[in-house]
């Protein structure tokens, strides 16, 4: 029977005692409004971890002041029932307030992988996420957190983070899981009406024109990007936020050099006022 926790105290003395029992804790932190890109994460970790503690939490410290705190897609029930039928063993689904209690006042801040990309478009964001992930691990004691490669940049920085503050856990990766058509599985995909809904493939369509472009050959990353660009702004009711190469790992820009080994291709866009991410692993 998958049981709903509330309290930071009560997850943490329940998972302690399996961990003591030498059961291997697996965990997967979300927003919910949950679909098939949350459940492979639950999937992954129930293929290897003895306990599987899911946690549902929309964190309003991630959000802009202009940003969709207030109206992300919510649905307990429904995400409660996915959840259960997965197989997975815990829900942990603190408030607000028992996250950030009067007097919260620290932060967990990185100085580099989260400056580009969404750093840049979305000031603060990070810092929000870093700062709940590091509360999260603490609240539900895990040996290993399964996170998606569709935040491609919240992976990285969580990586840094845990080597950084030496947090004694595995973070691993999992592939995107996208619609049948090439859209990235989103909780925000519902926000988009009919006509957005296909214009929201300019994204997997500039990816499959990235890859294409490097397949025939192209190492420049001028015109790959190029390439990638006109996809998006061939679409109508698209706008670009940005389209960028980046080294995996410092999620730095690359502009000048051509590229060689494995770079990664991550854009964000604009789809009427929803904004939309994606990414690839290009291998020249
Ligand atoms: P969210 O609820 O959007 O905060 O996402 C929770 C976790 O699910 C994060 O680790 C995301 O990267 C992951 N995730 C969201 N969408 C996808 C997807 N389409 N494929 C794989 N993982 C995803």
Do not use: W
């Not at 590091?134 to 990586?159: H, M, S, T």
């Amino acid at each position: 029977m998958m049981k709903i926790v509330e309290t930071i105290k009560e997850m943490q003395n329940i998972l302690k005692a399996h961990r003591k029992e030498g059961k291997t804790v697996g965990f997967v932190p979300t927003m919910g409004y949950l679909h098939e890109g949350h459940l492979a994460l639950v999937r992954e970790s129930k293929k290897t971890c003895g306990i599987t503690a899911a946690s549902i939490f929309v964190n309003p410290l991630q959000f802009g002041p202009k940003e969709d705190l207030a109206k992300y897609p919510r649905d307990f029930e429904r995400d409660r029932a996915l959840l259960a039928k997965e197989g997975a063993d815990y829900i942990f689904c603190p408030s607000s307030e028992e996250m950030y209690p009067d007097g919260f006042q620290t932060f967990v801040e990185l100085e580099k992988v989260t400056k580009n990309l969404c750093g840049a478009s979305r000031p603060g964001h990070f810092r929000g996420v870093t700062t709940v992930v590091n509360k999260l691990f603490n609240a539900v004691p895990c040996d290993k957190a399964f996170f998606g490669e569709k935040d491609f940049q919240q992976l990285a920085a969580i990586k840094r983070m845990v080597k950084d503050l030496n947090i004694d856990m595995e973070i691993i990766g999992v592939p995107i899981v996208r619609e049948a058509d090439g859209l990235a599985m989103s909780s925000r995909n519902t926000y988009l009406s009919e006509g957005e809904r296909k214009s929201a493939l300019c994204l997997y369509a500039a990816i499959t024109e990235a890859r294409k472009t490097v397949s025939g050959g192209v190492s420049d990353p001028k015109e790959i990007l190029a390439k990638a660009q006109q996809v998006i702004t061939n679409t109508p009711g698209t706008r670009i936020d940005y389209v960028k190469l980046c080294d995996v790992e410092t999620l730095e820009y690359i502009e000048d050099v051509k590229i060689k080994g494995a770079v990664l291709l991550a854009l964000a866009v604009f789809v009427g006022r929803t904004r939309l991410i994606d990414n690839t692993i290009l291998e020249v």
